[in-house]
Structures are given as C-alpha cells and as structure tokens.
C-alpha cells in the first residue's frame, strides 16, 4: 500500500537528530512492548509482516504523530483484535474475559533465548532463479492496496542484479494470510541518477532487496 | 530503568500515562489468557539492557582489521563468519557485511520500517527509526552524513543499501591510520555503532585519546 510509511525520497522531515547516550528504551513501558511483541512471535500469533502491515494500516495522521513503541503497541492491538486473541471489551477492561484462543507454544523464561534468535527466512525453492548478478531488470510498476516491500521510489526502474539471496518467504503474500509462496530475492541496485534524475550526486548508488515477482527482465 | 519503574501515572503527564496504563492493561490481559510469561518478558528487556549493543558488531570489524581470512570469510558469507566466533549471540541466517574503502562509502538505511541488525548493534537509535533519516538517507545521503558531522570526498562513490527484505547489513568501516600495532579489544574500542551503520566513521586513536 501507498502509505506514508513508505517514506523513502520524502521532503519536509528535517533534519536528522542524534541523540547523546541514548538509553535501550527511554520509559518502562517501552521495553514491554518490545518484549510482547517477541513473545506473541514466538508463540506464532502472526508473523513480522503482519506487525509491519498493522503499522502500516494505521490511520497516516497516527502513524506520523506517535512514537516508535507507540506504534508497536498500537499494532499488537490490531493484530490480537483481527486473529480473534482478545477482545474489544478485554482491551477497554483491562482484564481477560473469555477463554484464550490456542497458540502452538509459549515463551517462558528458560526458552528466552530461542525466543531472541531470529527467525530464518529462507525457503524450499519452487523453481530456479530468473536472474543471476550482472542482469538488467526493470522493477514492476505496482500499486497494491495491501503491504508490498517493493517502495514507491524503486518501482519501474531500470537496475543491475547484484547479489542473489536464495529464496525467502515472500512478505506480500504472508501479510496478506496466502501463505509463504516462496520467492527469489535479489539485491538491486540502481544509479542514482535513474532514481531522482540528473541532476543527482553521480556518485550515488542505491540498492534495495527485491523479491522475484517485482522485477521483469530490461 | 529503576528510576522509571513506578505506579504514580500522573508522573509524566497525561499522554503518557495513558499509554503506560494502556501498556500494563495489555499485559494484564495477555498474561491473564496465559499467552505471555512476565517472567520471560523481564529477561527479554534485561537482554536488550544489558547484553546486546553495539560491542557485538565492534568485535567483528575489529578481527576482520586484523585477521585478512576472517575479512575475507566475512565479507563473502557474514552469516557464516560471525558464526564462528563463540562471542556473538546467533545472527540468524541473512547477514551481509559491506566494506567501506576509500573510493566506495556504504549507508545502511530501512525506508519502510525499522530492519537493523540487531545481534550485532542491538537496538537501533530513535534518529534511524525516524521519518528525517528514512526519508533523506536514499535521496541526499550526503547532507544526511552532514547532519552528523561527517564530510568525504566529493568523488567518494556513495552506496545506500535500503534494507527493504530479511537481510540485514553490517558496515565495514576503514581502519584508521597509527593502530598497526593495536589488538582487536583495543581496535574495537574505535569502532562506533554509527561507523557500522554507515552514518559515522570508526574514531582515530586521537579521537579516543580525548
């Protein structure tokens, strides 16, 4: 989807501020959230695109006005709402109401560290590469109304095939509840120019990840 | 955190009380239907407190300064060569590392989201979740280093990697001049979280000195 998370080549944000011996989370709360988001990942609630499309699907003016966690959390509501894990009146109780809905595992505290590690994405391939490093490939003119990683500013240009990563779940269909549908993934990189035009720095390049079903043979 | 763990929502005005009642509401319920272990959510947040950073990664560039096999391991399969080194928590299966030189300068940046490696650098920093840094990285990644304080040669090619899939990058950054004779703890020491981000450059001995 064309939402304002996809922010890549936007105007108007200023200028980027670092902060000195900044903390892991500056609240409390904020570690929650982060760590409630591990544990229903462990437990297989919903998969990290599905985190990403919530954020996504958050009204724009939201999704820009709140902080990071914020977001998080406002996300992890969506997701417990829409897979049917709490309800509407739990959230506003502030209590549990009803039976739970089942989940294949739970992180407990002597399973933490393999609810830290990060999960692989690689996948059975369905078929062979389309493309190998050095090929020319133009990425798909796309606009779906559902959560793509294929940005704005990468779409219909003309690039080289750099590096192939193996095959991976494929996060459009996986946010969409179709399944892994594994796909190739491709680092691609683009002058810059071809990006913003020419008047661009002629040194810059960028290179996005791309899945299979984005790109088209130039 | 001890000085933010307290009961009294008024504290920090009402915004953000809301959302720290909101937060404690949702793990209430959560651990009530038996699907979270407080528990475990305390050693999650411990981990990311105490045991994950950037030293990780700074670890890693230091060997790969001084061990060519291990650069050359590392930058053909990161995955593999970070997992031979007992120190560093399991980087799970995508990571990819990317060689700062003098003519070619690697940014990491994640337009759509927040992907960061966090096994190495640990949390990522507020400014590289926010909408100045993923807005600006891909388009005017020059005046980005500017806002860090960090200036290259006009002719320094300039690589963004946007991190738009499950790999995740590493910067390698350049060794800086007069630590020839430096073991890789020392070395690591001159390496900074945004050196391997791409948004810094690893400190000079004089720099360290001050």
């Known amino acids: 989807m064309n939402g304002v998370h996809d922010m890549g080549g936007m105007d108007g944000f200023g200028k980027v501020e670092a902060e000195e011996n900044e903390p892991p989370f500056h609240e ?51 997701n417990l709402l829409l897979r049917g894990y709490v309800t509407e009146a739990e959230l506003k109780a502030g209590h549990a109401l009803g039976p739970a809905k089942p989940l294949p595992r739970k992180l407990t505290k002597d399973v933490v560290d393999a609810g830290m590690t990060r999960n692989s994405f690689f996948r059975q391939q369905q078929g062979p590469a389309r493309f190998k490093p050095g090929d020319r490939v133009r990425t ?45 993934l491709y680092t691609v990189v683009f002058d810059g120019r071809e990006i913003w035009g020419p008047d661009t720095d002629p040194t810059l390049t960028i290179s996005i990840d791309a899945f299979e079903p984005y790109l088209e043979p130039a | 955190m001890a000085d933010h763990d307290h009961d009294d929502p008024h504290e920090h005005g009402s915004e953000l009380s809301e959302t720290q009642l909101r937060v404690r509401a949702l793990e209430t319920i959560l651990t009530e239907k038996g699907y979270i272990d407080p528990a475990a959510l305390d050693a999650i947040v411990e981990t990311y407190e105490t045991k994950v950073g950037p030293r990780n990664g700074a670890l890693v560039v230091a060997k790969a300064w001084t061990d060519p096999a291990f650069r050359q391991a590392l930058l053909k399969d990161a995955t593999a060569a970070v997992g031979t080194l007992g120190y560093v928590s399991p980087v799970g299966d995508h990571l990819v590392a990317v060689e700062n030189t003098p003519q070619r300068h690697n940014m990491i940046v994640c337009t759509l989201c927040s992907c960061y490696p966090w096994e190495m650098l640990g949390l990522p920093p507020v400014w590289y979740k926010s909408a100045p840094y993923r807005s600006r990285a891909v388009k005017d990644p020059r005046g980005v280093l500017d806002d860090f304080g960090v200036k290259l040669a006009k002719e320094t090619e300039i690589r963004v990697w946007d991190s738009t899939a499950e790999t995740r990058f590493l910067v390698l950054p350049m060794r800086p001049a007069g630590t020839e004779e430096w073991s890789e703890e020392r070395l690591a020491d001159l390496v900074t979280r945004d050196s391997m981000i791409g948004t810094g450059l690893a400190l000079t001995p004089a720099e360290i000195a001050k």
Do not use: F
């Open chain 1, 140 to 184: 798909r003119n796309i606009n779906p109304l559902t959560h793509t990683r294929l940005p704005r500013y990468a779409r219909d240009k003309v690039g080289t095939v750099e590096l192939i990563h193996g095959c991976h779940a494929y996060p459009d269909s996986v946010a969409t509840d179709r399944g892994d549908d594994p796909q190739w």
């Open chain 1, 28 to 78: 409390t709360w904020e570690g929650r959230v982060l760590a409630m988001q591990r544990a229903m990942g462990y437990a297989g609630a919903w998969h990290i695109d599905d985190s990403r499309y919530a954020q996504e699907t958050l009204p724009a003016r939201t999704y820009l006005s709140v902080s990071y966690y914020q977001r998080w959390e406002l996300a992890m509501e969506k």
